[in-house]
C-alpha cells in the first residue's frame, strides 16, 4: 500500500493528510472538492477571515469582474452555473463574494478549510516523501502533497514612497480593503495609481468625494465595460448554449473567453471598415475589444491602428484638451499591460471635482502629514487610496519559505525568474503544485477556466499516482528548463515585452523581468497538459513507494 493510500483512510493520524491546500479562493476551493472526489484527505489553510481571495480582499468601490459572470464562473457543475443567477455582466464585488460562499456552502467545503492561518513555511523531507507545513499558529503538520492555490494577485503592493507612514489621514490600499463601509463624502482623496483598481474606483469615489486628486504615473487604455442589469431572458440564452460557451473557452479560444475568432489582421481592411469594426466593438464594450482582429498582439503596425482609435476615444470624451493628453497611452503597445474596462473612467476628469496630476514628469516626492507632495506642489487631502497593485504571480509564493530537495529554497532557485514545467512544478520540489503558476496562462486568461483546467489535471495525476503506487513525482530539470525556454521564445514572438508590466515582474523594483505567464493560449496549453499526461506524464519522475524506501536508506 503507498502511502497515499495508507493517510487516506478515515483513522489518519492527526496532523497528517493526504494533500494540504494554501488558500481558499477559487482555485483552492475546487481543489478541495475534487481531491475530496479522490477519497483524500485536505486541509486546506486560508490568512483571510473567509473563503473567496481575490473577492475577499479587494472590496474597493466599483471593484467588479472585467470578464463577464456567466463566464467568469465555474463549470464544474452544470446545476451550479444553471441556478446561480448573475444580477450583472459584470458583477460587482460583493455578488461574486457571495458566490464563492455559495459554492462554500453548497459543496460543504468549510469542514477542510481553517480560515485566519497563513502557512509559513513548507519544508519537504526527503526521507519520508512527504512535506512538514507549519502555520502562524505555529502548528506543523504533514502531507504527502502540497498545492499553492496562493493566487496571481494576492500580494498587494505598498509603494515605498517617503513618508507614507506620515500621513495623519488613512490610507487603504485597493487590494486590501477595510470590510466597513469606507464612505468618503466631503473629503479631498488622493488616489495614486491608474490600472484597472485605480480606473474602476475613480468614478465611483469621484461621486463621493469632496474633491479628488488621481496621480498618474502611465496613462492606461480602458475600454468602456458597457455594464447593465442582466436579464432572465438573456441568463436563459447563455445557460442553454453553455456546453458550447465552455467547450470554447476550454478548447478553443487564446483567453478563455467565448468570442468570434477574427480570421483578419487591422492591415487587412481599410481606414474605413476597420474604423467601423473598432466603433463596434466600442459600442458593446468588454475585453473583446482586443480580439476584433487576430494580429493586435503581434503587429506594431496593426496594434497602433487600434491604439489610435482609443486615444481618440479619450480625446473626444475629455473635454480638457491637456487633460485628455495626459490620459492617452503612449508608451507601450494596446493590450501588451492588462487593457482595463471601465465604467466613465475618461467621463469622470470632466467633473469639476477631478484633478489629474502627471506624476511622470513630476513625481511624487513625499506624502506630508496631510497632503501629497508632487513637482514642487502640496496636493492637500484627508484620505489616500494606493491602487499600486501587486507583486504578481510569484509574490505570494515567495513569502512561503519553501524548502525542497536538500534544503533548497524556492526563492534561491527562482532569484533569477521563476522557473517551472508547465506552470504547475517547479523541478527540486517533489509533490508540490501550483495553480495557475508561472509558465501557465494564469493571468491571461479568463481565470476561472485555467483554474479548473489545472485542478483537473492535478487531480487526474494524483489518481494515476495512487492507482499504481507512486509515492512521488517531480519535474524533470530538462524539461523544465525547455518549457522555460519555450514561454520566454512566444512572448518575445509578440508586443508583450515591449511594456513594463507586472506580466513582467516590470512594477517591483529588483525583481528579475521575465514575461511570466505562458502566452500560447488556453487551447494550446491545455493540449499539451493532455499530451503530457498521456505519455505517463512525460518530463516528470514518478518514484514508486519502494523505490522512495531504497533511496530514503541507501
Ligand atoms: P486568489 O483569489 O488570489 O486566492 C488566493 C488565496 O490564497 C487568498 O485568499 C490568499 O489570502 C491566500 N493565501 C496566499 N498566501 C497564503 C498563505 N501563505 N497562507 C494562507 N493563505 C494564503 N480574473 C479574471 O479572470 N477575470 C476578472 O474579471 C478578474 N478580476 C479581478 C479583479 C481584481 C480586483 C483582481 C485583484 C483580480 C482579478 N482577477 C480576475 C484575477 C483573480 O485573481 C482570479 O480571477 C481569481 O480570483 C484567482 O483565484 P485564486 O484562488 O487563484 O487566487
Ligand atoms: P496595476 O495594474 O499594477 O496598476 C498599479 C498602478 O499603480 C499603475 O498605474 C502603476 O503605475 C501605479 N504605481 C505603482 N507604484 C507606484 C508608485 N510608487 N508611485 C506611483 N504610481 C505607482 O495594479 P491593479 O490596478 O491593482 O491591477 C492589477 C491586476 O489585477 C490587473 O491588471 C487585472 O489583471 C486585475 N484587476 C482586474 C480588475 C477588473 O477589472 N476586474 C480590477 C482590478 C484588478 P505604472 O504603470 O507606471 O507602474
Same mark, same amino acid.
Given at each position: 500500500?503507498?502511502?497515499?493510500?495508507s493517510?487516506?483512510?478515515? #483513522?489518519h493520524?492527526?496532523?497528517?493528510? #493526504?494533500v494540504?491546500?494554501?488558500?481558499?479562493?477559487?482555485?483552492?476551493?475546487?481543489?478541495l472538492?475534487?481531491l475530496?472526489?479522490?477519497?483524500?484527505?485536505?486541509?486546506?489553510?486560508?490568512?483571510?477571515?473567509d473563503?473567496?481571495?481575490?473577492?475577499?480582499? /479587494?472590496?474597493?468601490?466599483?471593484?467588479?469582474?472585467d470578464?463577464?459572470s456567466?463566464?467568469?464562473?465555474y463549470? !464544474?457543475?452544470?446545476?451550479?452555473?444553471?441556478?446561480?443567477n448573475?444580477?450583472?455582466r459584470?458583477?460587482?464585488q460583493p455578488?461574486?463574494?457571495?458566490y464563492?460562499?455559495? %459554492?462554500?456552502?453548497?459543496?460543504?467545503?468549510?469542514? &477542510?478549510?481553517?480560515l485566519n492561518? *497563513?502557512v &509559513?513555511?513548507?519544508?519537504?523531507?526527503?526521507?519520508? /516523501?512527504?512535506?512538514s507545513?507549519?502555520?502562524?499558529?505555529g502548528? +506543523?503538520?504533514?502531507?504527502?502533497?502540497?498545492?499553492?492555490?496562493?493566487?496571481?494577485?494576492?500580494?498587494?503592493?505598498m509603494p515605498? @514612497?517617503?513618508?507614507?507612514?506620515d500621513?495623519k489621514?488613512?490610507v487603504y490600499?485597493?487590494?486590501?480593503w477595510?470590510?466597513?463601509?469606507?464612505d468618503?463624502?466631503?473629503l479631498?482623496?488622493?488616489?495614486i495609481g491608474?490600472?484597472?483598481s485605480g480606473?474602476?474606483?475613480?468614478?465611483?469615489?469621484?461621486?463621493?468625494a469632496?474633491?479628488?486628486?488621481?496621480?498618474?504615473?502611465t496613462a492606461?487604455f480602458?475600454?468602456p465595460a458597457?455594464?447593465?442589469?442582466?436579464?432572465?431572458?438573456e441568463?436563459?440564452?447563455? *445557460?442553454?448554449?453553455?456546453?458550447e460557451?465552455?467547450?470554447?473557452?476550454?478548447?478553443?479560444?487564446?483567453?478563455?473567453i467565448?468570442?468570434?475568432?477574427?480570421d483578419?489582421?487591422?492591415?487587412?481592411?481599410?481606414?474605413?471598415e476597420?474604423r467601423a =469594426?473598432y466603433?463596434?466593438? $466600442?459600442?458593446?464594450g468588454?475585453l473583446?475589444?482586443?480580439?476584433?482582429?487576430?494580429?493586435?498582439?503581434?503587429?506594431?503596425a496593426?496594434? #497602433?491602428?487600434?491604439?489610435? !482609435?482609443v486615444?481618440?476615444?479619450?480625446?473626444?470624451?475629455?473635454?480638457?484638451?491637456? +487633460?485628455?493628453k495626459?490620459?492617452?497611452?503612449?508608451?507601450?503597445?494596446?493590450?501588451?499591460k492588462?487593457?482595463c474596462? &471601465?465604467? #466613465?473612467?475618461?467621463?469622470?476628469f /470632466?467633473?469639476p471635482?477631478?484633478?489629474?496630476v502627471?506624476?511622470?514628469?513630476?513625481?511624487?516626492?513625499?506624502i506630508?502629514?496631510?497632503?501629497?507632495?508632487?513637482?514642487?506642489?502640496?496636493?492637500? @487631502?484627508?484620505a489616500?487610496?494606493?491602487?499600486t497593485?501587486?507583486?504578481?504571480m510569484?509574490?505570494?509564493?515567495a513569502?512561503?519559505d519553501?524548502?525542497?530537495?536538500?534544503g533548497q529554497?524556492l526563492?534561491?532557485?527562482?532569484?533569477?525568474?521563476?522557473?517551472?514545467?508547465?506552470?504547475?512544478?517547479?523541478a527540486?520540489?517533489?509533490?508540490?503544485?501550483?495553480i495557475?503558476?508561472?509558465?501557465?496562462?494564469?493571468?491571461l486568461?479568463?481565470?476561472i477556466v485555467?483554474?479548473?483546467?489545472?485542478?483537473? $489535471?492535478?487531480?487526474?495525476?494524483?489518481?494515476?499516482? *495512487? &492507482?499504481?503506487?507512486?509515492?512521488?513525482?517531480e519535474a524533470?530539470?530538462?524539461?523544465?528548463?525547455?518549457?522555460?525556454?519555450?514561454?520566454?521564445?512566444?512572448a518575445?514572438?509578440?508586443?508583450?515585452?515591449?511594456?513594463?508590466?507586472?506580466y513582467?515582474?516590470a512594477?517591483?523594483?529588483? =525583481?528579475?523581468q521575465?514575461f511570466?505567464?505562458y502566452i500560447?493560449?488556453?487551447? %494550446?496549453?491545455r493540449?499539451?497538459?493532455?499530451?503530457?499526461?498521456?505519455?505517463g506524464y512525460?518530463g516528470?519522475v514518478?518514484?514508486?513507494?519502494?523505490?522512495?524506501?531504497?533511496?530514503? +536508506?541507501?
Amino acid at each position: 500500500m503507498s502511502a497515499l493510500q495508507s493517510v487516506s483512510r478515515k #483513522d489518519h493520524a492527526p496532523g497528517a493528510y #493526504d494533500v494540504v491546500v494554501v488558500g481558499a479562493g477559487f482555485a483552492g476551493m475546487y481543489m478541495l472538492h475534487r481531491l475530496r472526489g479522490l477519497g483524500l484527505t485536505v486541509r486546506v489553510y486560508e490568512q483571510g477571515g473567509d473563503v473567496g481571495g481575490t473577492w475577499y480582499w /479587494n472590496r474597493y468601490p466599483g471593484a467588479r469582474c472585467d470578464v463577464e459572470s456567466m463566464q467568469y464562473s465555474y463549470s !464544474f457543475s452544470d446545476e451550479l452555473q444553471q441556478q446561480w443567477n448573475w444580477s450583472e455582466r459584470y458583477a460587482p464585488q460583493p455578488e461574486i463574494l457571495r458566490y464563492a460562499n455559495h %459554492v462554500a456552502d453548497r459543496f460543504n467545503l468549510r469542514r &477542510d478549510i481553517q480560515l485566519n492561518t *497563513r502557512v &509559513d513555511r513548507a519544508a519537504f523531507d526527503e526521507s519520508a /516523501n512527504s512535506w512538514s507545513v507549519t502555520m502562524s499558529d505555529g502548528k +506543523t503538520v504533514i502531507a504527502k502533497y502540497v498545492v499553492l492555490a496562493t493566487g496571481c494577485l494576492s500580494n498587494a503592493r505598498m509603494p515605498d @514612497i517617503k513618508g507614507l507612514s506620515d500621513f495623519k489621514g488613512r490610507v487603504y490600499h485597493t487590494g486590501h480593503w477595510p470590510h466597513e463601509r469606507i464612505d468618503f463624502t466631503g473629503l479631498r482623496v488622493a488616489v495614486i495609481g491608474t490600472g484597472s483598481s485605480g480606473i474602476q474606483s475613480v468614478p465611483v469615489i469621484a461621486e463621493q468625494a469632496s474633491h479628488l486628486t488621481v496621480f498618474q504615473r502611465t496613462a492606461n487604455f480602458s475600454i468602456p465595460a458597457r455594464n447593465a442589469p442582466l436579464t432572465e431572458e438573456e441568463r436563459q440564452a447563455f *445557460r442553454a448554449k453553455y456546453p458550447e460557451i465552455r467547450r470554447f473557452a476550454r478548447e478553443v479560444a487564446r483567453n478563455g473567453i467565448y468570442t468570434e475568432m477574427p480570421d483578419r489582421g487591422a492591415l487587412d481592411d481599410g481606414d474605413n471598415e476597420r474604423r467601423a =469594426k473598432y466603433e463596434q466593438r $466600442w459600442a458593446r464594450g468588454g475585453l473583446t475589444f482586443m480580439s476584433v482582429y487576430n494580429n493586435l498582439g503581434l503587429d506594431k503596425a496593426a496594434n #497602433d491602428t487600434a491604439a489610435n !482609435f482609443v486615444r481618440e476615444k479619450i480625446a473626444e470624451i475629455v473635454r480638457d484638451p491637456q +487633460t485628455a493628453k495626459l490620459l492617452q497611452p503612449n508608451n507601450h503597445p494596446i493590450g501588451s499591460k492588462r487593457i482595463c474596462i &471601465d465604467t #466613465d473612467y475618461f467621463a469622470t476628469f /470632466n467633473r469639476p471635482n477631478v484633478t489629474l496630476v502627471d506624476i511622470r514628469s513630476n513625481p511624487i516626492e513625499e506624502i506630508l502629514p496631510n497632503a501629497v507632495r508632487a513637482g514642487g506642489k502640496d496636493y492637500e @487631502i484627508d484620505a489616500l487610496v494606493l491602487a499600486t497593485g501587486f507583486d504578481a504571480m510569484t509574490g505570494s509564493v515567495a513569502k512561503i519559505d519553501i524548502r525542497g530537495r536538500h534544503g533548497q529554497t524556492l526563492n534561491q532557485k527562482w532569484a533569477e525568474g521563476p522557473k517551472t514545467y508547465l506552470g504547475l512544478m517547479s523541478a527540486g520540489f517533489p509533490n508540490l503544485f501550483i495553480i495557475t503558476g508561472p509558465g501557465s496562462p494564469s493571468v491571461l486568461s479568463n481565470m476561472i477556466v485555467s483554474i479548473e483546467q489545472h485542478v483537473d $489535471w492535478i487531480s487526474d495525476c494524483l489518481a494515476f499516482m *495512487r &492507482d499504481r503506487g507512486f509515492e512521488a513525482m517531480e519535474a524533470e530539470r530538462e524539461a523544465e528548463e525547455k518549457w522555460v525556454a519555450h514561454v520566454n521564445e512566444v512572448a518575445h514572438t509578440t508586443l508583450y515585452p515591449q511594456a513594463n508590466s507586472w506580466y513582467m515582474g516590470a512594477n517591483i523594483p529588483d =525583481k528579475p523581468q521575465i514575461f511570466m505567464p505562458y502566452i500560447g493560449g488556453v487551447g %494550446v496549453y491545455r493540449q499539451i497538459c493532455n499530451g503530457v499526461a498521456a505519455k505517463g506524464y512525460e518530463g516528470f519522475v514518478m518514484i514508486a513507494a519502494e523505490q522512495a524506501q531504497r533511496v530514503a +536508506t541507501s
